[in-house]
């Protein structure tokens, strides 16, 4: 027994390290230590020895079952390592493109705003979602009886008085004022909430603001400065046209058209326009004197103009987008196209 066993164990060793490779090894493995495997086979003779050989051969079967488990795993790891530097490693192959995200087209028309903007000298601030009714109307000059303020229209806060989601970002000319001196160059773009939902409204959408006070600030310096910055904007040299209309915060008040950036008025069957030339952009206005006075500000020295425009109304005129929804619903295949 005790030379089978020396035997077993030499022939194990020797075939253990002949291995070229790990299915081999299993191989060797099974033949000495598996089930039906030479040590074990012979260890189960052990009950027909003397007392005396059962406890020495016993033993040495112990410790040789302890030796090839160990040799053999050891055999593994190198195996292991070797086919890992074996293995073909191409490092010429281009490596599989990562998927980028990039920002929300809202965010990145901001972006693009605030930086035509600062080009112009204006500053670009941000606030008051959620503010009181003073910065939001009355400040504003918007009268208590106004139908802007109804329920139907506007998000009042449930639990804290005379507060709503903001409507517009008008509220941020107040806030401004209220805290700086003229001359005055800001834009302040975000988000506003209307009790609104369809194709072309929606209850939350974005809006940026813009304000300059100053000395002798004319119509002629607001034309200019929103025609310089549409432009840029819109990637489309633009002609303006300035419509009488009503705001109770600018005196006189206008709606803004920009020329089509589809036919410029040129195609009296253009889907854009629809034949009229011209696209609805921006509300605007000389700063009423009760705005002024509102915010600290006495308006026999000092003057200025007013704008809002709406930021998803400008991309869907320049990226000809029909439905408004198209922003809020993550759809990738939307948002890629930016
Ligand atoms: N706040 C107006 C609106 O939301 C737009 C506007 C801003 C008009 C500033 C005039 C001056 O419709």
């Known amino acids: 027994m005790k030379n089978e066993i020396e035997k077993i164990e030499q022939e194990a060793i020797a075939d253990t390290s002949a291995c070229k490779s790990i299915e081999e090894l ?20 052990i009950p027909e020895l003397s007392s005396e050989d059962k406890k020495t051969v016993g033993q040495m079967g112990n410790v040789l079952r302890k030796n090839l488990e160990e040799k053999i795993a050891n055999r593994y790891f190198e195996l292991e390592d070797q086919q890992e530097e074996n293995e073909f490693f191409d490092i010429t192959i281009p490596a599989k493109p990562l998927e ?6 809202i965010s990145m028309m901001i972006c693009h705003i605030e ?3 600062s080009r112009l000298g204006f500053t670009s601030i941000s606030g008051a979602e959620i503010d009181d009714d003073w910065h939001n109307f009355s ?12 329920m139907q ?20 000319q107040i806030h401004y004022m209220e805290a700086n001196k003229p001359p005055i160059r800001i834009i302040a773009p975000g988000k506003t909430f209307r009790k609104d939902s ?45 419509r009488l209309s009503f705001f109770p915060f600018t005196e006189p008040s206008l709606e803004v ?12 069957n253009c889907k854009v326009c629809k034949g009229t030339g011209f696209l609805e952009i921006a509300g605007a206005g000389m700063v009423h004197p009760n705005v002024l006075r509102n915010a600290g500000l006495d308006p026999e020295k000092w003057n200025g103009f007013a704008f809002g425009c709406g930021i998803e109304r400008i991309l869907m005129v320049k990226y000809q987008i029909d439905d408004l929804r198209l922003f809020y619903e993550n759809d990738l295949r939307f948002l890629e196209q930016f």
Do not use: Y
């Open 26 to 45: 299993k191989e060797v493995e099974i033949k000495f230590l598996g089930r039906k495997g030479l040590l074990p086979m012979l260890l189960r003779k």
């Open 257 to 268: 058209d920009a020329s089509c950036v589809q036919c410029a008025g040129k195609n009296p």
């Open 100 to 105: 980028k995200g990039h920002h929300h087209p």
């Open 115 to 117: 930086e035509v903007f």
């Open 153 to 172: 229209d506007t998000f009042w806060v449930k639990n804290i008085d005379d507060h709503v989601l903001r409507t517009q970002t008008s509220n941020m």
């Open 139 to 150: 400040a504003l000059n918007v009268p208590k009886d106004h139908p802007a303020r109804e």
């Open 198 to 242: 369809d194709a072309t409204h929606s209850p939350m959408f974005h809006q940026f603001e813009g304000l300059m006070v100053d000395k002798n600030v004319s119509l002629a310096n607001l034309k200019w400065v929103l025609k310089t910055a549409l432009s840029e904007i819109l990637e489309k040299e633009v002609e303006l046209r300035f």
